[in-house]
């Protein structure tokens, strides 16, 4: 059963890409309007709008901009598909690990490629299926939120890192969704979100999308789930993915694969929801996933203010591989993949 989420993450409007600005939540709720890919590649890298699938459509918008600006001056179709695709490589370099704005991007290049008529027909194509793609994310979360719902134990505290929630998606969100989805037939289960340092995606946006929406939600710091799963106060763990390897080795926020240990140490079952599109099926392993590295402002500083010595030495990975090993399941738009995850995930792209 699904559960309305009133937020709209990002959305094709006249011709404009627009997005809340999740920089400024939860102190202020805005909305901008991207009109250009350049400015939608600083949106992307300066997480205006941010999460796996979320950028996969800002990706697609992106192309949809520059296919836009690139028809005012360009008569040549050969020409226009070429700079099309440079403009879509620009697009993807904003950010490495997850695979969504790849995914995005390349859908749109190869839609473009393929178009029989003229300039303004591809330009009109690819803005109707950014449109598809918008609403298609929305209905892929609701599938998944429906099965991932069904391994959800009656009145669980659930533990959720990061944000991997409508703000993540177009809407209704992966892991959000599934806790949607439970909470709309169970209204006695609860969620733990992990504050999740250094951007606290946990704090500023998890808590207020699910308090938004009357679930009952804990803030934790990152460093504690171990002590609550410890205490027994945790049921499950659901959280979302930026990249999945052909064998299951999953990319999320820096963090997750901590919490993966401490889950399995404690006989907890470990979760993760994402979308097909989220699983990188032309790389092996989790080796292969590039890791961010983002700047050491976010470490350095909370709110504007310095935390720590100014000569200290620092690092900042976005993202860590869960390995495949720590996860029950992979729940997805076409049911719940088990282990093992090589072949589970190679039946999922064949069905
Ligand atoms: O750096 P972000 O905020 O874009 O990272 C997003 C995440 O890692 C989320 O936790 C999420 O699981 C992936 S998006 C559903």
Redesign the pocket.
């Known amino acids: 059963m699904a559960f309305e989420s009133k937020i709209k993450t990002i959305e094709w409007v006249d011709n404009v890409s627009r997005m809340i600005d999740?920089t400024v939540l939860p102190k202020e709720y805005k909305t901008v309007d991207i009109k250009t890919d350049e400015e939608m590649f600083f949106a992307i890298k300066d997480?205006i709008v941010?999460?796996?699938?979320?950028?996969g459509i800002a990706g697609v918008h992106g192309v949809s901009l520059a296919a836009i600006e690139l028809s005012k001056s360009i008569t040549d179709k050969s020409e226009f598909l070429a700079k099309l695709k440079e403009r879509g490589e620009y697009l993807k370099s904003s950010?490495p690990?997850?695979v969504?704005l790849m995914w995005g991007v390349n859908q749109q290049i190869e839609l473009a490629s393929k178009i029989q008529g003229n300039i303004d027909e591809i330009t009109k194509a690819l803005i109707e299926n950014g449109i598809k793609l918008e609403n298609e994310d929305i209905e892929i979360n609701k599938k998944m939120g429906d099965y991932g719902a069904q391994v959800v134990p009656k009145g669980a505290t659930i533990l959720?890192?990061?944000?991997?929630?409508a703000l993540?998606?177009v809407g209704y969100?992966?892991?959000l969704g599934v806790i949607r989805s439970a909470f709309a037939k169970d209204p006695t289960i609860k969620v733990f979100a992990d504050e999740?340092r250094p951007?606290q995606?946990g704090a500023r946006?998890t808590t207020w999308e699910l308090t938004s929406d009357g679930i009952p939600t804990t803030l934790i710091t990152d460093g504690m789930c171990s002590y609550f799963m410890s205490k027994g106060m945790i049921d499950m763990v659901v959280?979302?993915?930026?990249r999945i390897a052909a064998n299951g080795d999953t990319?999320?926020?820096?963090g997750?694969y901590t919490v993966a240990i401490a889950a399995k140490y404690h006989n907890i079952p470990f979760y993760?929801?994402?979308p097909l599109s989220?699983i990188d099926i032309s790389i092996k392993s989790g080796k292969e996933i590039p890791i961010?590295e983002?700047s050491h402002e976010e470490v350095t500083h909370i709110n504007g203010d310095w935390i720590c010595a100014k000569d200290v030495n620092i690092i900042n990975p976005?993202?860590d591989v869960t390995p495949n090993e720590l996860i029950t399941g992979i729940i997805t738009e076409k049911g719940i993949l088990k282990p093992d995850f090589k072949t589970s995930i190679s039946n999922a792209f064949k069905s």
Request: net charge positive.
């Open positions: 999740q997480m941010r999460g796996a699938p979320a950028i950010r690990t997850a969504n959720t890192h990061c944000n991997a929630g993540a998606t969100g992966t892991a999740t951007r995606q946006l959280v979302g993915a930026d990319a999320n926020k820096i997750t993760i929801a994402a989220t961010e983002r976005g993202f």
